[in-house]
């Protein structure tokens, strides 16, 4: 009886120390990718009366998306609602091999100098069923600044980095006259943020 008793416990310590070390060796689960969060705003400056009209963003009222394929780097942002929507576009051939970088706007005279495209929308209003707005794009108008990307998580597919947008002496967006010689001239700047942004 004390054989019997003793192999069955001898059993079981064996069966508890390969138990032990099947989950020693299971990978640890992988970590949920961490919430997005963002930065957006923009101003324009008026020279001729030394005025700034200027407006910020909270994070969650700023919609997003990103595409990284074999072509290229598209990045979108645009408040929900607001006055200011922008994405810039990348060919793959421009990206650094490690996709992190600083990256030129391309522009006027010159689009073909830059590595971004642009296009920014500015909203007069933006409610639905009721837009009105005006697009300006990097081969109908000057623009400087740069998109740069500070991370690039490949396994969890995640982008972080933040964007400038300066265009200056433009005719102001709220007039809506069709004659430009009358509209009053500033300078737009548009501006943001983003970390952990979700790749598609």
Known sequence: MKTTTRFVLAAALLLGVAACDSHENEPEPEAPAPAATFTMGSSIYYPAPNVTTAISYPSGYVQHQAILNDELLYVHFDAKEGRDAVNFTIDRSQLNASIVGTYS????????????????????????????????????????????????????????????????????????????????????????????????
């Open 105 to 200: 706007l391309k522009s006027m005279p010159n689009p073909e100098a830059g590595a971004a495209e642009v296009r920014y929308v500015y909203y007069r209003e933006n409610k639905p069923g009721n837009i009105s707005a005006s697009i300006y794009d990097s081969n109908n108008s000057g623009m400087s600044g740069n998109l740069v990307v500070t991370a690039y998580d490949a396994k969890r597919h995640l982008l972080s980095g933040s964007y400038e947008l300066r265009m200056k002496n433009i005719s102001d967006p709220n007039d809506t006259s069709w004659d430009p010689t009358d509209k009053e001239r500033c300078d737009l700047t548009v501006w943001g943020s983003f970390t952990d942004l979700p790749i598609e």
